[in-house]
């Protein structure tokens, strides 16, 4: 049932650590322009250790959390139900909670990173390149399922993950061909890459970006930009950016846990974005 303005419901976001969080400002920003007077959404530092006590204790006036490092997994065997996107991936950062108790998982992330690219003009390419092999990298491979119709180069430091990506791969049904990191400068002539590495890790690769790249999207969104990011865009390249992923993943939760449609993008994206400049 949709929500009323008039209902007193709880949402919040969890992980470990979570100060930094910038959900609360998007979250809290969609109930104000929706009118939802009664809502509420915090963050709470929890841990996999601590979640299913979490869970146990929430009340019927809960309508739903996300789900950051390193909960995405830890969640599922906690839920009734979890999505084919988020099974896909085995990665849940969404739980919508419903009245009666039940707890239903999802994965807004990989549809968000599909809207994110649609949003700056990408809807299908014909090659890509991931950088990193963590979870987002997992996710970025979910999405390139739906939108690349050729291969994905991963670009790894260890054969472990080299094998784990290309897992992915056969599970997803996509062309992955792993690729070793020291020959990560490659990835930028690719129509399509995705940054998934942690801060800093591809600074070094700013210097290899070609005179006309095409399109990056880097998941990162503090600190913004990054070199890669920078030198990208001052190369003429399209760059999305990890801000646009938060959104637009943002946008979906909470249309999910309010029943309400269409979420305020551009209000949750100007919020984040003034957030960012105020640290």
């Not at 939760?253 to 949750?268: I, R, Y």
């Amino acid at each position: 049932m949709p929500a009323r303005a008039t209902d007193a419901r709880r949402a919040a976001v969890l992980g470990s650590p979570i100060a930094h969080s910038l959900s609360p400002v998007l979250h809290r920003t969609a109930y104000r322009e929706l009118g939802l007077a009664g809502w509420s959404y915090d963050r709470f530092d929890v841990d996999e250790a601590a979640l299913p006590g979490f869970l146990e204790a929430l009340g019927p006036e809960w309508a739903g959390l996300s789900l950051t490092m390193p909960l995405k997994r830890a969640v599922i065997p906690l839920l009734d139900a979890i999505s084919e996107t988020a099974a896909a991936v085995e990665a849940v950062n969404t739980v919508v909670l419903a009245e009666d108790g039940r707890r239903t998982g999802d994965n807004t992330d990989i549809p968000g990173m599909i809207a994110a690219l649609r949003e700056h003009g990408i809807e299908q390419v014909d090659s890509a390149a991931i950088l990193g092999a963590g979870a987002t990298a997992s996710s970025a491979l979910a999405a390139l399922a739906r939108i690349c119709t050729g291969e994905v180069t991963v670009y790894v430091r260890s054969e472990v993950r080299a094998a784990e990506m290309r897992e992915w791969g056969e599970r997803l049904d996509v062309a992955v061909r792993t690729a070793d990191w020291a020959d990560a400068e490659r990835a930028l002539r690719a129509p399509l890459v995705f940054a998934t590495t942690p801060a800093g890790a591809a600074d070094a690769l700013a210097a290899a970006v070609p005179e006309r790249p095409a399109t990056l999207f880097d998941v990162l969104y503090e600190p913004w930009p990054t070199e890669l990011a920078a030198r990208w865009s001052m190369s003429g390249g399209a760059v999305v950016g990890g801000l646009d992923l938060l959104v637009h993943q943002a946008v979906l939760q909470v249309e999910q846990m309010t029943g309400l449609t269409p979420a305020p993008l551009h209000a949750m994206r100007h919020a984040g974005e003034k957030a960012l400049a105020d640290r």
